[in-house]
């Protein structure tokens, strides 16, 4: 089986919500905790959280969890710088990476777990989970996109590597409307509690 880390993008300052909605009670635990429970029941191999806004406060929520840390100092220019933490500071024996939202406590493991089946039998580069044609989260992308990564800008992204490498592309059905839905205000999370 592939070495995997999971990347937790949990750096945002929850603008829209106006509060910092990664505490925020889902399933009885803060968000982030519920993500984290999630990830830990997909089986991977390490799990990684970037802190970058409210960090005092998360690392409080999280301290005990079976994740480790990265702090992304640059997390006010955008989500990207993010990504491009976790791949600076995932363990040197990952094989992929697997970019989740700290926004999206609604995918099972399950999810995670077809995902990494996809990556050993296809040899594809990049994985992208579906859910009736609509590309979501969480995606798997290859050690080997790592310096790829470092070295794009800001304001280009990941869309920019999807473009680039088309042929390295395997999208994967899975049957969770989850893997489409974020949390960015009160009435998306009220939608997502009732």
């Given amino acids: 089986m592939p070495e ?3 990347i937790i993008l949990a750096a945002g300052k929850s603008e ?11 399933h009885g635990k803060p968000m982030i905790n519920t993500v984290i429970d999630n990830v830990i ?3 991977v191999n390490h799990i990684m959280v970037v ?7 998360m690392i409080t929520a999280i301290e005990k969890l079976p994740v480790i840390q990265c702090y992304n100092a640059d997390f006010e220019i955008g989500m990207f710088t993010s990504v491009q933490c976790g791949f600076r ?3 040197s024996t990952t094989d992929a990476a697997i970019v989740f939202l700290g926004d999206q406590p609604m ?8 995902i990494i089946q996809a990556y050993t039998q ?12 609509r590309r979501g989260h969480p995606l798997l992308i290859d050690k080997k996109y790592a310096s790829t ?4 800008g800001p304001d280009e992204g990941l869309r920019n590597l999807f473009v680039k490498y088309t042929d390295d592309i395997q999208e994967v059905e899975v049957p969770a409307p989850g893997i489409l839905r974020d949390i960015d205000t009160d009435l998306e999370y009220k939608n997502e509690i009732n």
Avoid: H, W
């Fill in 4 to 6: 995997t880390c999971a």
């Fill in 16 to 26: 829209r919500m106006g509060t910092n909605k990664l505490l925020l009670p889902f």
């Fill in 41 to 43: 029941q997909s089986g």
């Fill in 51 to 57: 802190l970058g806004a409210f960090r005092e406060d």
């Fill in 89 to 91: 500071n995932m363990p």
């Fill in 107 to 114: 995918i099972p493991g399950e999810v995670t777990r077809r």
């Fill in 122 to 133: 296809s040899k594809k580069g990049i994985l992208i989970p579906v859910y009736n044609g």
């Fill in 149 to 152: 990564i470092a070295a794009l």
